[in-house]
């Protein structure tokens, strides 16, 4: 049957699909996107508070994966919401909060054992982002469009339709076959997408899945391929790649392209992790030399865990008191490191360097 963009694609193969899909180029480019992946793997253990790369820079793929939806921050309002815990966030930054809490949730389970990849976890996540639960889709209607308005795609209709597509996509993920895993992520991903289940967060949910699906392969310690930016930069790209496989069933640009934004994500994210490490290691240098009776370790981390500190931050990690807290964050001001910053009732200290490093 021809493709209609106007007709619900309840036809949408099953997978595994029936395409060759380790061509030469594509096992050639999964030994580069892998070897990029390794590195960054290891790059994550040279922070010692890994909090900085789930809290710090998971954040930063929070923001870019809701701005391909159009849904915007900036970099200032998210990381001084999420210190305050979103009490003063907008609508807009309070959605990419509800991303990263999905992230979160999402990765506790799948590092657990206690989760896997199954359609029950992947409404959970939705909920999280959207803040509603809206589970998968029920009533018809959804179509993709252009900004002009015309239909591109009209995913399959009927929630038992929807849901045995996505069984069916969970017996891929764990089916015992010699498919490379970096490949299986990008059929999955472009099935996921392709399937739509949910009225709304699907992009975000999908890029969260291709997250947790490396963390549970072993092929990441935590959730910092940064690949929202990488399809945020190469937008079109990806949208065409989508829809050559669902008009042509062209999948080996759909896979370099993935195995390409999997290879430059995971360098440029290693490339930010050691700038950070260099970064913390010159502060501790310092600060051991300069205030040596308040110096400790534990103060440096804690201020490398997100841009903008709190006193609280301190109190909370058993610093000491509110008086202590701020006698310590007074000093890293008094060296240079550390600059005060109002806003409303409260006084944030941001750390510009480390807020440069991420948003660079």
Known sequence: MKFDPDRPFNDLPLL???????????????????????ELKGAGGLIPNQRVLIDAIALQEAKSSSEIENIVTTNDELYRAFANEGRTADPQTKEVLGYHAALWSGYQGIQSGQRQLTTRLLEELVAMIRGIDIGVRRVPGTKLATPAGKVIYTPPEGESRLRDLLANLEKFLYAEDDLDPLVKLAVMHYQFEAIHPFTDGNGRTGRILNVLFLIE??????????????ILQEKSAYYEGLRAVTEQGAWEPWLLYMLRGIETTAQSTRERIEAIRRLLDEWIERARREIPKIYSKDLMEAVFRLPYSKVQFLEEQGMGTRITATKYLRALVGLGLLKPVKSGRDTYYLNEPLYRALTA
């Open 16 to 38: 595994p699909p029936k395409a060759e899909l380790e061509t030469k180029r594509v096992l050639k480019a999964t030994i580069g996107a892998r070897t990029a992946l390794a």
């Open 217 to 230: 392969r072993k092929l990441l310690d935590v959730p910092v391929l940064y690949l929202s930016r990488f």
